[in-house]
């Protein structure tokens, strides 16, 4: 039950406690039913604000409407967050702390006392002395991602219902699930939400807005090797397990995750499985441009190939699953979502900066699927990771940049 009190810190303390953690080991969606627990949750607070269409489809989805109140013709715009958390580590048990006040030290987390937030390695921090910071314990990650932009757009949605004599168009707000294991937007209905442009609340550090991101494809590269007794092996057998390691140890070290920054992409090893007879692995390929991609792909088959005619007994397959693409293509045909949304950040009291993301959101599978959509801050830091935290006013700030981003919509049409 929503209160009439409610902040935006009331309500991310409320949301993080339930543990929604998405499993790339399943094909459902939502891949745990648990994520739905938080979805409901958020229906029954939307119903209760008045929004009276919010409703949980079969897949976790939530999406409700604030509806128009002016008369000019304003298009529809959409916010949008995920409910899940990654898999990355555990969220079952979430105890949030929040540090009042920061004073510029180390933050300990109680739950874990080797585990300290630093502003060493966490330089940002150094920014917000004075403000109230939100952790875990040290022993679940916080949930930050996404919850921090989850409790964002229900806070502004709850301002404008209260605020009726602020004039906007009609407003969308989508809630997704799995995208942490990157299927948030497959069963979204684009149909059903009617959105002409969106914004998913899902970055990092305050008064960012991205609106580019890595195009990302995955490689299964499987190895069928001559399995043998080992006994009688000699110049025989042709270990799958052994032939895969050869091929991750010659992936080029400069084309690493931990090698690379800014504009750079990485080839990345994300499994590897196997037995003597069969091996299999997963890879993630990143670049900024498609062309990035192909050349990383032809490089890395041009290794597979070069480790396999070693063992002319094995054979191999190569195959390349897109999982998304660069949202800049699409963004720069409508300009003006961008240019709103840098301009409310500066109404909110921010300098804007934009930038690239190494990584994806959401908003890039939306983007290609036509819904042009960048992304904008929540606050939020140390993703994925049990030193998560989160600036409470910077998530006050997000709001403020989602209520300006709504007029400024509204005001601009004729």
Request: glycine content about 8%; overall charge negative.
């Amino acid at each position: 039950m929503t209160l009439s009190n409610d902040t935006v810190l009331s309500r991310f303390l409320r949301y993080v406690v339930v543990d929604t953690q998405s499993d790339p080991a399943s094909s459902a969606q939502p891949s745990t039913e648990k994520q739905t627990d938080l979805a409901r949750i958020l229906v029954s607070e939307l119903l209760d604000m008045g929004l009276s269409d919010a409703h949980m489809d079969e897949h976790g989805n939530v999406y409700a409407t604030l509806p128009s109140n002016t008369e000019k013709d304003v298009p529809v715009i959409c916010f949008c967050s995920h409910v899940d958390t990654a898999p990355d580590f555990t969220g079952t048990g979430v105890k949030p702390q929040v540090v009042k006040n920061y004073d510029g030290g180390d933050i300990a987390l109680p739950g874990d006392r080797e585990r300290v937030i630093r502003p060493s390695e966490h330089p940002e921090l150094l920014n917000l002395i004075g403000n109230d910071i939100v952790t875990s314990d040290g022993t679940t990650l916080l949930g930050a991602d996404d919850k921090a932009g989850v409790a964002e757009i229900m806070t502004a949605a709850a301002w404008f219902m209260a605020h009726p004599e602020v004039k906007h168009g009609t407003v969308k707000l989508l809630f997704t699930t799995d995208e942490e294991i990157g299927r948030g937007a497959d069963k979204v209905n684009l149909e059903k939400l009617g959105a002409r442009f969106a914004y998913t609340m899902d970055g990092s550090t305050a008064g960012d807005i991205e609106n580019e991101t890595f195009s990302a494809d995955g490689v299964e590269i499987e190895i069928a090797g001559v399995a043998m007794h080992p006994g009688f092996a000699k110049d025989r057998m042709e270990n799958a397990i052994k032939i895969a390691s050869e091929i991750v140890a010659r992936l080029p070290k400069s084309l690493s995750p931990e090698r690379t920054e800014g504009r750079q992409g990485f080839m990345h090893p994300v499994s590897l499985e196997g037995s003597m007879e069969k091996a299999t692995i997963g890879l993630i390929i990143r670049d900024f441009a498609d062309e990035g991609l192909k050349e990383k792909e032809t490089l890395l088959e041009g290794i597979v190939g070069t480790v396999m005619a070693d063992y002319p007994g094995s054979t191999y397959t190569f195959k390349v699953r897109q999982q998304y693409r660069n949202m800049k293509v699409v963004l720069d045909r409508t300009p003006e979502v961008v240019h709103y949304a840098v301009e409310a950040v500066r109404r909110a009291g921010m300098a804007p900066k934009l930038g690239s993301i190494r990584g994806g959101t959401d908003g890039a599978r939306l983007s290609f699927m036509g819904l042009p959509c960048p992304n904008i801050f929540t606050g939020g830091h140390a993703y994925h990771s049990p030193l998560e935290w989160v600036s409470v006013q910077d998530m006050e700030k997000a709001v403020k940049t989602i209520l300006e981003l709504v007029k400024i919509w509204e005001e601009r049409q004729a």
